[in-house]
């Protein structure tokens, strides 16, 4: 299948699991209040919808539903999903309902406590999703990770690292005296938040005072990283019919050196492909393209008895084909497994660590580089795998279920936040906003919503392009 489908398919299961029970929590409070909720719907569906369990053709099918309360459909629009509640102002936008009696089977009639569990039920669900899911994972597939202290080999570091004070090599020990345990987006969160970071270079304890205006989001995106593993330039594999199987290289192969340029690590072979193929799409002619993909690469044989020079053209899309040696080549990885009562509090702790991570991460959104990363779909489904992989999957859609569930109970209006908000305003006030007020409150938090929405798509739109 497609590597775009797959990765299509993925983002579309996980959002639609998340919103029909992001929506069902809000669902559940309020049939246990007696609240009438009149659409369930998975997408909005302004004008039309692709489904509904009021459509003629379904109700004959399935006369049980003609007189249900609740409508449930999908809609064609994936922005998300909706319930609508009886007697409350929300993205519909129903003031008319607002102007009739109040019945006691609406929102509005209910006391604050149970609106406010109404309100915030998509978010709970959200949430002990998320903690389920992490559960779930290490109950099932367990725990594999390389803990730092074995990564003997050490980091190789760009530019901006080394003007800081690191050297290649360098072995992390630990940042402001806490011992780095494993290699993750920690590590450069860790490293970002730091006053002294501490490595072990040559046998010695070296001390690092890191700059007080270190931004992680832009150590993230870099370009050589800002640290990379050493791995030592070693061919995994080479599949038949690539540039490098034509020109003889073969598992265990080393590549010593690249048109003349000394290569040792695979980070250094990356850092020279980089640059590579930044000279071919500044755009040259046939002859030049076809001279910048023809490279001489010198390598040892399997054996180690015996170094070849060849001349390799590289691919179309500037690969030379060769499938590198990872770190658990060098490094063998702890494998953790967990029964299931240990699987629980194990998943709890992962979860919450992932929740203190995304919510101290919030503070880039604000700067320059944070504006630029805000994307919609284009940009969540990337982080899918090219591969169907049940692990990750569940891993992403867990972390998708945590950033949903945080980012909904915000305090701007439209956003069950900006409900609670005004719920809990009741609650200290002992008398409930004007219809007016939350009429043009909605309005608001809908038109913040909407333009950020236009960023994130725009954001899509100039990645693909450029």
């Known amino acids: 299948m497609d590597t775009f489908l797959i990765k299509a398919f993925q983002l579309i299961l996980s959002l639609s699991i998340l919103v029909v029970l992001h929506e069902g929590g809000h669902f559940f409070f309020a049939k246990v209040f007696k609240v009438r909720v009149e659409k369930f719907f998975l997408f909005f569906d302004p004008k039309f919808h692709l489904f509904s369990t009021k459509d003629k053709w379904f109700t004959r099918l399935f006369p049980r539903f003609r007189n249900k309360e609740t409508e449930y459909g999908i809609g064609w629009l994936p922005f998300g999903g909706y319930v609508k509640i009886a007697g409350m102002i929300d993205e519909s936008m129903d003031t008319e309902q607002m102007k009739q009696p109040v019945q006691a ?248 660590s992932v929740l203190t991570g995304y919510v101290s991460d919030l503070k880039y959104v604000f700067t320059s580089d944070g504006v630029k990363s805000v994307g919609s779909f284009g940009t969540i489904g990337s982080i899918f795998p090219d591969v169907w992989d049940w692990q990750s999957f569940w891993g992403i859609t867990a972390f998708l279920s945590i950033m949903l569930a945080f980012m909904n109970i915000l305090p701007i209006p439209a956003l069950d936040g900006g409900h609670v908000l005004f719920l809990l305003a009741e609650i200290i006030m002992r008398r409930p906003p004007s219809e007016k007020f939350m009429e043009r409150a909605q309005m608001v938090g809908m038109t913040l919503l909407i333009a950020l929405m236009l960023l994130a798509c725009y954001n899509d739109i100039v990645r693909f392009l450029f």
């Open 105 to 352: 089977w609406e929102f509005r009639s209910k006391p604050a406590w149970q609106r406010l569990f109404i309100m915030i039920g998509g978010v709970l669900v959200n949430f002990l999703l998320a903690l389920v899911i992490y559960s779930s994972i290490l109950f099932v597939w367990g725990e594999e990770y390389i803990p730092m202290k074995r990564m003997y080999m050490g980091f190789n570091f760009n530019e901006e690292a080394q003007t800081i004070g690191f050297r290649d090599g360098d072995v992390l020990i630990s940042a402001d005296g806490v011992a780095f345990q494993r290699l993750d987006g920690n590590v450069y969160r860790a490293l970002s938040e730091a006053k002294t970071v501490t490595v072990k270079r040559r046998q010695k304890y070296v001390n690092i005072s890191m700059p007080e205006d270190m931004d992680m989001l832009s150590m993230i995106r870099q370009v050589p990283a800002f640290l990379v593993p050493r791995i030592p330039s070693v061919v995994d594999s080479v599949p038949v019919g690539t540039p490098a199987y034509e020109a003889g290289l073969r598992s265990g192969c080393k590549i010593n050196e690249v048109d003349g340029v000394k290569v040792y690590f695979w980070s250094d072979f990356d850092n020279l492909m980089s640059r590579k193929a930044d000279m071919l799409a500044t755009g040259c002619s046939r002859e030049d393209s076809l001279r910048l993909r023809t490279m001489t690469v010198v390598y040892t044989t399997r054996d180690h008895r015996q170094t070849d020079t060849v001349e390799v053209c590289l691919t179309a899309d500037y690969k030379l084909g060769v499938i590198k040696r990872s770190l658990s080549n060098y490094y063998k990885p702890i494998h953790v497994e967990y029964g299931f009562w240990e699987s629980i509090p194990a998943g709890v702790r992962h979860g919450l």
